[in-house]
């Protein structure tokens, strides 16, 4: 029962550091790459699909 | 209690204001051009709502997929580090269309609750949601020479209808010229979520909300954390009854349904129930302290 915990408690440590390390590099890739500028050029005009006009 | 504005309220309120604070947008009808809009901010909210001074992660990740040839990392990225550190707290905490949902089911109206055996497969769709409209479609329709719109955006997203389509429409003659069946559609499903938000507790959080299944993803080992000290707890059941998620408070209290609204919290008689930031480890109950 211990050592399951213990495990579990492993797993999560593992997931929350390695998502909180990966998310940061992903964004500098993307950041490389210059996708914000991407999005930028989308979310500063109006996007008709998603007020309903087509 | 009554009568008194709750923290949630507060938090939901100052982040509807900061993530819509282009307050000159709503009476010009236009919609923000800074350079802000680079940054996707954490929750559903519509690009194209004239107050937006940030963009829609799930309107990026699907422009992203649709309109180029290339794995979306920078929106990846962002809609992870918000997930790892505060999970569904997005959702209880930080989302406009949440609050909207919250208002409505303040009426007074007979409050519905699901059969457990609609109800609990019915929570799987907002992840077909997510499988589906914002990822597999856009990413494989999608050739060299056309794009793929948003198709979430475009068929079912309440937010941008009530946020980004009436408010422009309200203010341009022009646009409410072109506004033809589509935005009939939109006006429908947008009518559908808020009436049934008055009965049902945020119906689309619960059944629909693409956003709200990544972050359920991050919701068991995310930083922001609930805690129950099973110790204090009498089992008296107050916390599950308050739920308006239907978690199962005492057995899974960071269930993937989570949203962390704090309702727990506040019925706990013996505040058996917190909650915060992990600092390493996973967070476990407190040990029972000696007599």
Redesign the interface.
């Known amino acids: 029962m211990r050592s399951a915990l213990k495990t579990?408690?492993k797993?999560?440590?593992a997931?929350?550091f390695g998502?909180?390390g990966?998310?940061?590099?992903?964004?500098?890739?993307?950041?490389f790459?210059q996708?914000?500028?991407?999005?930028?050029q989308?979310?500063?005009?109006?996007?008709l699909?998603?007020?309903?006009?087509? | 209690m009554r009568g008194r504005i709750s923290r949630q309220r507060v938090i939901q309120l100052l982040a509807a204001a900061l993530f819509n604070g282009y307050a000159a947008g709503f009476r010009k009808g236009r919609?923000?051009?800074?350079?802000s809009?680079?940054?996707?901010v954490p929750v559903l909210n519509?690009?194209?709502c004239p107050g937006?001074l940030?963009?829609?992660p799930i309107?990026?990740l699907q422009?992203?997929l649709g309109?180029?040839h290339?794995f979306?990392?920078?929106?990846?990225?962002?809609l992870?580090?918000f997930?790892?550190?505060l999970g569904r707290a997005v959702c209880g905490l930080l989302c406009p269309f949440g609050l909207v949902q919250d208002l409505l089911h303040k009426i007074p109206l007979p409050k519905l609750t699901v059969p457990r055996r609609l109800d609990r497969p019915a929570r799987y769709l907002k992840y077909l949601v997510l499988a589906l409209l914002v990822v597999l479609l856009p990413a494989f329709l999608v050739t060299d020479t056309s794009i793929v719109?948003?198709l979430f955006?475009?068929y079912l997203?309440p937010a941008?209808?009530l946020g980004?389509?009436i408010p422009?429409?309200l203010a341009d003659p022009n646009?409410r010229k072109?506004?033809?069946a589509?935005?009939g559609?939109?006006?429908l499903v947008l009518a559908a979520i808020l009436l049934a938000s008055m009965s049902v507790h945020r119906p689309f959080c619960k059944y629909l909300c693409p956003l709200g299944a990544f972050y359920a993803l991050?919701n068991?080992?995310?930083?922001f954390q609930m805690r129950l000290d099973e110790h204090k707890c009498v089992g008296c059941g107050k916390c599950e009854a308050a739920c308006p998620m239907q978690v199962e408070v005492t057995k899974d209290i960071n269930a993937p349904e989570c949203i962390r609204c704090g309702k727990c919290k506040a019925v706990c008689p013996t505040g058996a129930v917190s909650s915060g930031f992990?600092r390493?480890?996973?967070s476990?109950p407190a040990k029972k302290e000696a007599p």
């Open positions: 579990r408690e797993t999560i440590l997931l929350r998502a909180l990966l998310a940061p590099v992903l964004i500098g890739i993307g950041f790459r996708e914000h500028l991407d999005v930028l989308k979310a500063v005009r109006i996007c699909e998603c007020i309903g006009i087509g | 919609i923000f051009t800074g350079g809009k680079a940054f996707c519509c690009y194209s937006a940030g963009a829609c309107g990026a422009t992203a309109a180029k290339h979306p990392f920078y929106v990846l990225g962002t992870m580090l997930g790892v550190i719109p948003p955006c475009k997203c941008g209808t980004g389509g422009l429409l646009l072109v506004a033809g589509l935005f559609w939109k006006a991050f068991r080992f995310s930083f992990a390493g480890g996973a476990r």
